[in-house]
C-alpha cells in the first residue's frame, strides 16, 4: 500500500507555480523549490517528478486559473465593450499600480532609513534615536513587495517555447483557448444585438488578444502609463465601437 503523503499536493504546487512564476525554470533550482515549500528533494521528486516536470505540472496550474480569471472579467460589464475595457484594464492596472506602488515602499524605505539615526546631545553627551518619532515608516521596513512577475505562461514563451516543443505546445494552447473564449464573448454579444450579425467576431477576437498578449509584453519595460491607457483605449473604440 502506497504511503499517504503528509502534505497538501495543491497547496506546494501553488508555492511552486509562485516561485517558478517569479524566476523563472532556469534560475530556479531544486534547493530554490525545497526552500519555498519546505520538502525535501525526494519528496518532491515522488510527488511530481523531476524540475521540468514541476514546472510543467505549474505551468498547467497557471493557465487553469488564469483561464478561468479572462472568463470571469470578461462577464463584468453588461455589454462586450464594457467587459473587454474591464478586462484590459485589469491587465493594465496589475502592472501599473504594482510598480507605483513598489516605487512609493521603495522611496518610504529610503526616507525610514535616513531619518532613523541617532543625534548627539552636546549638553549632557547622551544620544536620542529618532526611531520612535517616525515609528508609522516601520511598516514599510516590512511590507512585502507587491508581485510583478507578468504572465507566467507568456514568461515560457519567450524561455522555453523556442526550443522546447513540449512548452511550445502548451503556451498555444493556451492562447487557443483563450481565443475561443474572447470568441464566445463576441458572439454572445452579436447575438444580443450588440454588433449586427456581419460584424467580423473571430477576426476581432484574435485582434484583442493579440493585443491583450503585446501589452502584457510591453509592460514588462516600464513604459510610460499615458501611451498605454491612451493605446489600450483606442484599440477597444476602434474594434467595439
Known amino acids: 500500500m502506497a504511503r499517504k503523503r503528509e502534505f497538501d499536493e495543491q497547496q506546494v504546487l501553488e508555492q511552486v507555480m509562485q516561485l517558478f512564476w517569479q524566476q523563472g525554470y532556469e534560475a530556479t533550482s531544486m534547493s530554490d523549490l525545497t526552500a519555498a515549500t519546505g520538502l525535501q528533494k525526494p519528496s518532491l ?6 524540475k521540468r516536470s514541476l514546472f510543467e505540472q505549474a505551468l498547467r496550474r497557471y493557465n ?20 473587454f475595457t474591464q478586462l484590459f484594464q485589469h491587465v493594465l492596472n496589475m502592472t501599473l499600480e504594482n510598480k507605483y506602488q ?3 515602499q521603495d522611496q518610504c524605505k529610503v526616507h525610514s ?3 532613523n539615526y541617532s543625534e548627539h546631545n552636546n549638553d549632557n553627551n547622551e544620544h536620542y534615536s529618532k526611531n520612535e518619532e517616525h515609528s ?3 511598516d514599510y521596513d516590512n511590507a512585502q513587495r507587491i508581485p510583478d512577475y507578468g504572465c507566467y505562461c507568456l514568461n515560457t514563451l519567450v524561455e522555453l517555447a523556442p526550443h522546447d516543443q513540449t512548452f511550445a ?12 473564449v474572447f470568441t464566445q464573448r463576441l458572439q454572445q454579444a452579436v447575438e444580443q444585438g450588440e454588433y449586427a450579425p456581419t460584424y467580423d467576431v473571430s477576426g476581432n477576437a484574435h485582434i484583442l488578444l493579440v493585443n491583450m ?13 499615458a501611451f498605454v491607457q ?5 484599440l477597444l473604440s476602434s474594434l467595439l465601437g
Not at 67 to 80: F, M, P, R, S
Not at 230 to 234: D, R
Open 213 to 225: 498578449i503585446g501589452l502584457t509584453v510591453l509592460l514588462k519595460a516600464n513604459p510610460d502609463p
Open 113 to 115: 532609513t535616513n531619518e
Open 102 to 104: 513598489n516605487a512609493v
Open 136 to 138: 508609522d515608516n516601520k
Open 169 to 180: 505546445a502548451l503556451t498555444r494552447e493556451h492562447q487557443m483557448k483563450l481565443a475561443d
Open 45 to 50: 521528486y515522488a510527488a511530481y517528478g523531476d
Open 230 to 234: 491612451h493605446s489600450a483605449a483606442l
Open 64 to 83: 487553469e486559473q488564469h483561464l478561468i480569471q479572462i472568463q470571469q472579467l470578461l462577464h463584468t460589464g453588461k455589454t462586450a465593450k464594457q467587459s
